[in-house]
């Protein structure tokens, strides 16, 4: 009875644990957007951000040894709604392999990408998705504007940008995979759903509408 006691507790714990990561994972990623979007000239351009259908945000990338590819990081992907209601409840992504510009310095990176059209916000809505096969992708631009545009930008359907140690700049995360974290996604909405059934119609969880906020803030307009 007590061994029984004791795996109830751990289970229970774990749980309890595993939502407080998530909670913790969403509001790191809300920190993440607003200390880029804060910043004075070395933000995602604001007209890309009011144009892009679905943001991806992972915060703390690590490197991970026993991850093939070596880096490994947990986020969320949130849709903008063309109607009066913002951007859609956050659905959880792993994020795995790649080059995510440890090369800047640090062991954590943070990982932004901006989905830039409907087709691409399909692919990336699928179980498994891999920058630069599945979708073309581009390093970001930064800055308050894009004056810079390359064609690779105008053309890419996912723009792509890091920030380590405090510098933030675009790189092109070709041969990263994004999976649903299906894990994350029952501690927050309890009932299994897809990503795409939590980005088309899922209720926001109590502890995503700091991230909503963040996203409808930076965002010029919401249609």
């Not at 029984?4 to 920190?31: I, M, N, P, Q, Y």
């Not at 890309?48 to 490197?63: I, N, R, S, T």
């Not at 995979?177 to 119609?201: F, M």
Request: with cysteine.
């Amino acid at each position: 009875m007590k061994l029984r006691t004791l795996a109830l507790v751990a289970l229970f714990s774990g749980a309890l644990f595993g939502a407080d990561d998530a909670v913790k994972r969403l509001h790191d990623s809300a920190e993440v957007i607003t200390e880029i979007m804060g910043a004075s000239d070395k933000a995602i351009p604001q007209d890309l951000f009011d144009k892009a259908e679905c943001l991806v945000v992972v915060p703390g990338v690590k490197k991970a040894a026993f991850i093939v590819g070596g880096k490994y990081g947990r986020g969320f992907i949130s849709c903008r709604h063309h109607d009066e209601t913002g951007w859609s409840a956050p659905a959880a992504v792993k994020v795995e392999g790649g080059s995510f510009g440890f090369q800047i310095g640090g062991s954590e990176t943070d990982v932004v990408m901006a989905v830039m059209n409907r087709r691409g916000a399909e692919k990336l809505l699928q179980s498994k998705f891999t920058l630069g096969a599945d979708a073309s992708v581009a390093a970001g631009p930064v800055g308050r504007t894009t004056s810079a545009d390359t064609d690779a930008q105008m053309q890419a359907e996912i723009l792509t940008w890091s920030r380590a140690r405090g510098v933030f700049a675009g790189i092109a995360l070709n041969g990263a995979t994004l999976r649903p974290d299906d894990d994350t996604n029952k501690e927050l909405y309890h009932d299994y759903a897809s990503n795409r059934q939590i980005i088309d119609n899922a209720k926001p969880p109590a502890g995503s509408h700091e991230l909503l906020e963040v996203l409808n803030k930076y965002s010029s307009h919401k249609g």
